[in-house]
C-alpha cells in the first residue's frame, strides 16, 4: 500500500468519524433539549395544579359556580396566560373549564375529559387543529365520595418552534463543521505523512549500485524520525556486508586470474608442441578439451570480475562523448560471421547518431552481450534489428530478435548471476549465465537501466536506457567532428 493510499484511506476513516461524532452530537442535543424544555412545562404544569387542587379543590364543596370561576380567573387568568384549566368529576359533569385563550389557539370545550378517573396522575397529549398539540396535566383526587380531576394544559408550540429552530441551525451547522474538520484532518495527515512518503520515495531508488545513498532525516525528534535513523543503520550495515561481500568476489576472481593465466598458457605451448606429434593422439584431445574448459572457466572468472568491480564501484568509467548508434554498427559488422553462420539477418534502424556519454570499451560489452543471446537464442533463419534513438531526454538501445524467448516465469531471475533459463540450460548452447548480468552491472555504472521483456516463443526484446550526453560534451564533439 503506498503514502497516497493510506492517507486516501485515513481520511475516509476520518470523515466517516467526524461524520458520525458531529450527526451524533446533534441527535443527543436536540434530544435533551428536546426533553428538558418537556419536563420543564409538564413540572410547571404539576406545580399549578397540585396548587389549584389544595386550593380549591378541597373546598369545592363551599364555592357556588360563579365564586369558583372568580377564585380561579384571579389567581390563575388561564385565557390571558393560554393556559386551560378545568375541574370535572368522575360523574361526567364539569365544574369549571378555562375560557379561549387570547390568541384563540385552541378551544376548552372541546377538549375531551379524561377517560380514566380512578388513576392518581393523568398525563397526556392532545391533538388540536392541524399541527398543534396540548399538554395536559391531571391530579384526581377522591372527595365526598366523588372522584374530582384537576386537569391544566399548555399548549408546546413555543417549544416545537424552538426545537424547529434548533434543527435548522443543526442543519446549517453541522455540514460547515464537517467541511472545516475534514479540510483541516486531511491537511494534517497530509503533513504527519510527508516524511513518510520522502523516506519511502527515496528507499525505492536505493539499490545495491547506490546503498551509500541515505534516508533523509527530519530533525521532528519523532517516531519517524527515529524510524528514519533506524532505518539508515539498517542501511549501513547492509553496505558494509554488500561492499564486504562485493570485495571478496572482486578479490576471489582476481586472485583467480593468474594460476588460471598460467595454466592456459602451459596448455597452449603443450597443445602448440602437440602438433609436431610427441603426444598420442587421444592425449592431445584430452589435453584439448582440458584447454577449452580452461578457457570457459577464464570467461568466468574475468566476467565476475568484472561485475563485482562494478559493483563495488571500483571500476573507472569513462565519460566521452561518444555516437552509440557507430557503435552498434561497427559491432554488428564485427560479430556478423557468427550471425552468418546461423543464417540469421541483423537489421539497424539508427536514423541519426545518439551521443551518449560513457565508457565506449564497456558499451560495445553491453551490445556483444546482446547480440550474443540474440544469436544463440534465435532459431536459424531469425531477424534481429537494433534500434538506436532518443526519448524523453534518454538515449535507447533495443534489440529484438524473433527467438525462443523466455518463459514468463523466469524472466524475473535472468539478471541474476549464473542463472540460465531451463530450457537453454538443457540445450547444448555455451555460456554460464553471466552476460546480462554484466550488461545490467555496466548500465548502472552509467546511471541507465537494462529492461527485457519476451514471449516465449516469439521472441525478446532487451531495452536499455542511457543518459545523454550532456549540451557541452555533444558540442565539443560536434566542434570536433
Ligand atoms: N535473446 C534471448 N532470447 C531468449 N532467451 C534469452 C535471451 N537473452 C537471454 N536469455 C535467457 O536469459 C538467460 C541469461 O542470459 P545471460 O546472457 O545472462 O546468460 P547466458 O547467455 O546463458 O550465458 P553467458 O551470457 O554468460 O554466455 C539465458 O540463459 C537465456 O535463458
Ligand atoms: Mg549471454
Redesign the pocket.
Known sequence: MNVRSIHVRLILWYTVLVIFTSVGFGAYTYQSLRQRLYDEMKETLTRRVEHVRDDVLTHITTYTPDALKREIQDVYSPEENDRFIRISNSDGSTLYVSGSPRDKNFDPSRIPLPKDYTAKVSERMEQLRSSEKLLLVGFITPLAGNNYVVEMGAPIDQIDSALRKLIITLLIGLPVIIIIAVAGGSLLIRRALHPVETIRATAEQITFSNLRQRLPVAATGDALEHLAKTLNQMLERLDLAYQQASRFSADASHELRTPLTIMRSELESIESTMHAGQLPLAIRERIGSVLEEAERLSG?VE?LFAIARLDAGEAKIGHEAFDLAALVRSTVEQMQLLAEEKRISILIDAPGPVFVAGDAARLKQVIV??L???I???LAGGIITFSVFLEQAKAILR?K?N????PSE?LPH??ERF???D???SRT???????????RAICQAHGGTAQ?Q?TEGT??I?TIELPLADRNLQENFNAAA
Request: avoid cysteine.
Open positions: 568466468i566476467g552481450n546482446l550474443d543471446n540474440a544463440k537464442y534465435t534489440i530478435d527467438g525462443i524467448g523466455i523466469e535472468i539478471f542463472y540460465r533459463a530450457k537453454v540450460r548452447t555455451q555460456g554460464a549465465g553471466l552476460g546480462l548480468s554484466i550488461v527485457v519476451s521472441g525478446t532487451v
